[in-house]
Structures are given as structure tokens and as C-alpha cells.
């Protein structure tokens, strides 16, 4: 059974940095992209940043500059550095992956979510 495992999560203050670290646990024949999502009290979950099996990163606009994605295909993990950080990026953060089993094709898997809480 495949997993979705997230650490990294925190209370911060403002300015103050953050690494989410998301590895994929079980069987699987590959990932395809891998990403972060966030949901904030009362708004919708929304795209933070993505990353293609190549490296082709796409972020929010509220991330640009200031978040990073990376990912260690051997290690099935995906990161997201995050600096800078403002209350407004307070949420609970989902990592997202879409795995292609050996038998099924691609499917999404989320992780847990891990909360990010940025203090003013």
C-alpha cells in the first residue's frame, strides 16, 4: 500500500524559515509530478508549488521567490523550502504525488498534512 509521509511542519515567526520533507513509502513503479498544497481555516486547498519528473517547477504566486520544490527521485521524496514565511502562509500543507502503480494507472495520493502556523 502505497504512502504519503510528511514532516517538517512547525510554528514559526514571521521572516523565519521552514523545509517540508514528503516521502512516498511501498510499492510503486514510478512518480510522475510531485507537489505541496495548502488549506487555510475557511478558504479552499490551493496549488503551492509543483514539480515534474524532468524538474519543471510551477508555483503560486504568493510562493514565487520566496519557496523552493525540490525532489530525490531515488529516495521517492519531494521538498519544499520555504523562506521568508508571513502569517498569511499559515495552513495545513499536503503533498501530493501521482503514482503510477504496477498495475493501476496514475493516481493521486496526499499526504496527511502537516500544520504551518507563522506568528506576526
Known amino acids: 500500500q502505497v504512502q504519503l509521509v510528511e514532516s517538517g511542519g512547525g510554528l514559526v515567526h514571521t521572516g523565519e524559515s521552514l523545509r517540508l520533507s514528503c516521502a512516498a513509502s511501498?510499492?510503486?513503479?514510478?512518480?510522475?509530478?510531485m507537489g505541496w498544497y495548502r488549506q487555510a481555516p475557511g478558504k479552499q486547498r490551493e496549488l503551492v508549488a509543483e514539480?515534474?519528473?524532468?524538474?519543471?517547477?510551477n508555483f503560486a504566486d504568493s510562493a514565487k521567490g520566496r519557496f523552493t520544490i525540490s525532489r530525490d527521485g531515488a529516495k521517492n521524496a519531494v521538498y519544499l523550502q520555504m523562506n521568508s514565511l508571513v502569517p498569511e502562509d499559515t495552513a495545513v500543507y499536503y503533498c501530493?504525488?501521482?503514482?503510477?502503480?504496477?498495475?493501476?494507472?496514475?493516481?493521486?495520493?496526499w499526504g496527511q498534512g502537516t500544520q504551518v502556523t507563522v506568528s506576526s
Open positions: 511501498g510499492i510503486l513503479h514510478s512518480i510522475d509530478n
Open positions: 501530493n504525488a501521482e503514482i503510477r502503480l504496477l498495475t493501476k494507472p496514475v493516481t493521486p495520493y
Open positions: 514539480i515534474s519528473p524532468n524538474g519543471h517547477r
